[in-house]
């Protein structure tokens, strides 16, 4: 999957949540993505955010502490 196209479906998760409270709008978020995205989505999304975050929404990035980083081989 490309970083565009994850990019594009965590901003689609956080346009969602962002009209919840922040503390429900971080956790929901994140609790989508552990939930929902398999190992190598989430991933990509890390390697997104490890190179600056572009395009991603602030709430993606205030997220990122709440989402799990998987294992590297």
Do not use: C, Y
Request: avoid cysteine; hydrophobic fraction near 50%.
């Amino acid at each position: 999957m490309s970083a565009d196209k994850i990019v594009r479906m965590a901003n689609q998760i956080a346009t969602f949540m962002e009209s919840k409270p922040e503390a429900e709008a971080l956790a929901g978020l994140a609790s989508h993505i552990n939930d929902f995205w398999e190992p190598r989505m989430r991933a990509q999304l890390f390697a997104v955010l490890d190179a600056g975050g572009a395009g991603l929404r602030p709430l993606v990035v205030r997220a990122a502490g709440q989402i799990r980083r998987p294992q590297t081989a």
